[in-house]
């Protein structure tokens, strides 16, 4: 079984570690664990130690207002590893508190969230266009110019998304990161889904930079083509807080869309083991899901393709299906629904995992698009409707950066602004309803009214 391993070694290689002018290696960090077979080529990622953020606050909860340090002495460090299905149980009760082991995590497979198929496209692009008033936006200044928009996925393929959008796009090269031993550069990648997402997030962003993540590129023995393993998505996340940082505190404007999800309990440790990821807030992932929102990044997950009415055949959870940092509370969750405003049957109702009002709300899907899978195959499954609404928000960064409006505040508006569908007021279909761009900028026009 793949396992990340969390450790805690001397401040100096944690700092080491977290430095990104620096390449610390694994057996930097250790010379070896009983019973793991330590993967070298993994660069060991640091994570945050959250704390509470009042004086009295719980030190051992994590469900209450919390900072994330990353002081020396408080970080720590992941490695990635794999120990004997044989010997699981035994080492993950021997590996914690020997040779500065604080725990030992799942690995899970992550996925990308297509959708049942079969059916064909409702409506096209210029409508997903018309209704996320992309005019309006332009006419307000709000097109994506100066933001970093990342798409975490299987690689772009600027190419192909430029002609189908005829207009030129931006891949951020130098800024972009690939896993190790995954070919290609930025922006090259073989048209597929990530192409996809790339196409649907520009709608309403054309002129955002977009950093390529191909995450879902990395291989596991015997995977399919467009999964990984969530470790990946751990390096890639210390990559983008690393992207992060390096803005100026004044302007910083990172958006992350990320179509992919974990749909079987099978690569995970049982809800309640001490190394569950889907249930787990103190997961390393979802840590630095969370100091990454923390630090001035919107963030978007898909809310997943396991909806009752027309489930992915990968989906394995008996009920709460929107697991992990998808339904993390500092995130945006993305159900679907098509251009007529009717939930498509596969979007994932919750409650979630680690948060209960999980989706957060739907944007729209299943519609003629990039034309990735063919040409008469739709945009489709919350895959689609994550980098619409990811879209959106880079639209909303152009003007109002994280110092001016907070990804927390953002997520507050975004929520309040949603046109309530379902049963009155929240619920897990729709979550708060479907997104409404024409109420946002209403409210941010009365926003900036108010500020003048």
């Known amino acids: 079984m793949r396992v990340l391993i969390q450790l805690r070694p001397s401040p100096d290689l944690v700092a080491a570690v977290a430095d990104p002018t620096m390449t ?57 590893g794999e120990v004997s299905d044989d010997e699981v149980s035994t080492r993950m009760s021997l590996l914690p508190g020997r040779r500065d082991v604080v725990a030992v995590y799942a690995d899970p497979v992550i996925e990308t969230s297509l959708t049942c198929g079969g059916t064909p496209p409702v409506g096209d692009w210029h409508d997903v266009e018309r209704l996320l008033r992309v005019a309006e936006l332009r006419a307000e200044g709000l097109d994506g110019s100066g933001v970093t928009l990342a798409v975490t996925d299987t690689g772009i393929n600027a190419a192909h998304v430029a002609r189908r959008l005829g207009r030129g796009l931006t891949v951020d090269q130098e800024r972009s990161w690939t896993p190790p031993g995954v070919p290609g550069g930025a922006g090259e990648f073989a048209v597929d889904h990530g192409s996809m997402c790339a196409f649907d997030a520009l709608i309403s962003a054309p002129q955002a930079s977009l950093i390529d993540i191909p995450v879902l590129l990395s291989r596991r023995p015997g995977g399919s083509a467009l999964d990984g393993l969530l470790s990946d998505a751990v390096a890639a996340f210390a990559h983008l807080r690393a992207v992060l940082d390096a803005q100026p505190a004044a302007t910083r404007s990172l958006v992350v869309s990320n179509s992919w999800g974990s749909f079987s309990p099978r690569w995970d440790f049982a809800p309640g083991h001490p190394g569950n990821y889907s249930d787990n807030p103190a997961h390393p992932f979802n840590l630095i899901v969370g100091s990454l929102a923390e630090a001035g990044a919107d ?46 049957g596969y979007s994932s109702q919750g409650p979630g995992r680690l948060t209960q009002r999980k989706p957060d709300f739907c944007a729209y899907t299943h519609f003629a698009g990039s034309r990735a899978f063919g040409e008469n195959s739709p945009d489709s499954g919350t895959s689609a409707a994550c980098p619409v609404a990811a879209g959106l928000v880079a639209a909303i960064r152009t003007q109002w950066p994280a110092a ?49």
Do not use: W
């Open 299 to 344: 963030l978007l997950f898909a809310a997943g393709n396991c909806g009752r009415d027309c489930p992915d055949g990968r989906c394995a959870y008996p009920d709460r299906s929107i697991t992990g940092a998808n339904s993390h509370a500092k995130v945006l969750s993305i159900g679907g629904v098509d251009v007529n405003g009717e939930r498509v």
């Open 24 to 80: 610390a290696t694994t057996s930097d960090v250790s010379d070896g664990l009983p019973g793991v077979v330590l993967d070298q080529s993994y660069i060991p990622v640091a994570v945050p130690r959250p704390m509470p953020a009042s004086p009295t606050g719980d030190p051992l909860s994590l469900n209450q207002p919390l900072i994330y340090s990353m002081a020396p002495d408080e970080a720590s460090v992941v490695l990635r």
């Open 404 to 452: 001016r409006l907070s990804p927390a505040a953002l997520r507050t508006l975004l929520r309040r602004s949603a046109d309530d569908r379902g049963e009155l007021g929240y619920d897990y279909d729709y979550g708060y309803g479907i997104v409404d761009a024409a109420g946002i900028i209403g409210a941010l026009r009365s926003r900036a009214n108010r500020a003048a």
